[in-house]
């Protein structure tokens, strides 16, 4: 119940293509998920967060697209670049005490093609 | 947001020794998380950081492996004690405010080899 399942584990897009990763939960007491964007030799990164009180929140190229009754999200990121290569992970957390940590997916390794 | 400053970023270590890995942010955070990255794996938790009491350890990891201090709101070491080779990894801190849902972020982390 504390999983937080992504797919797919790589990913190969051409530039100016979408790139979609996708999480899902079973806990239903998540209600933060956010995704994180690692380059080598750095930590993540925090992308872009969404609540379950909106299905989807875009800022610039990337949007979380959020289904609630499936207990899924996903990213997308519009025309994609090569500098966006690197490794994405989704996170989900809950309200269990302020400030808890997050539990994240197993990582999506982006390759985009110039 | 928080600038997290880890040491050291990598070290080599031998089989049986223990090593220390600071972590400094520099602006009072609630809360400081301390996690694992394996190679080309995800982030597991180790324990949270709590100022002033022993830290909480998530399943599987324990405080005799991974001792944990946080003396104030800005500062936390981790140990990895009695070394072995399945302990290469890279180890991460993180912090992040009590506010509900907000962001938390990581250092560069520590990327350790043991032999």
């Known amino acids: 119940q504390q999983q937080v399942k992504q797919s797919p584990q790589s990913l190969i897009v051409q530039k100016g293509g979408i790139s979609i990763i996708n999480c899902a939960y079973e806990?239903?007491?998540?209600?933060?998920f956010p995704w994180y964007q690692q380059f080598p030799g750095k930590g993540p990164a925090l992308l872009i967060a969404?609540?379950?009180?909106?299905s989807e929140k875009k800022e610039g190229r990337f949007t979380i697209s959020f289904n609630k009754s499936a207990k899924q999200f996903s990213l997308h990121i519009m025309d994609s670049q090569p500098g966006d290569s690197a490794t994405y992970f989704c996170a989900a957390s809950f309200r269990g005490g302020a400030g808890t940590a997050l539990i994240f997916g197993k990582g999506t390794t982006l390759s985009v093609s110039s | 947001s928080a600038v997290i400053s880890q040491k050291p970023s990598r070290d080599i270590c031998q089989r049986g020794t223990s090593l220390t890995i600071q972590c400094q942010v520099d602006?009072?955070?609630?809360?400081m998380f301390w996690y694992r990255q394996q190679p080309g794996q995800s982030l597991t938790l180790i324990a949270t950081a709590n100022q002033g009491s022993e830290a909480t350890y998530e399943s599987g990891f324990v405080i005799d492996k991974f001792p944990i201090s946080r003396p104030n709101l800005t500062f936390s070491t981790l140990t990895v004690s009695n070394m072995s080779p399945e302990d290469s990894s890279i180890y991460l801190c993180?912090?992040?405010?009590?506010?509900?849902?907000?962001?938390?972020?990581f250092g560069n982390g520590t990327r350790l080899t043991v032999t």
């Open positions: 993180s912090v992040r405010d009590r506010e509900y849902n907000s962001p938390l972020h």
């Open positions: 806990n239903t007491a998540f209600d933060y």
């Open positions: 969404i609540r379950p009180d909106v």
């Open positions: 602006s009072q955070v609630t809360m």
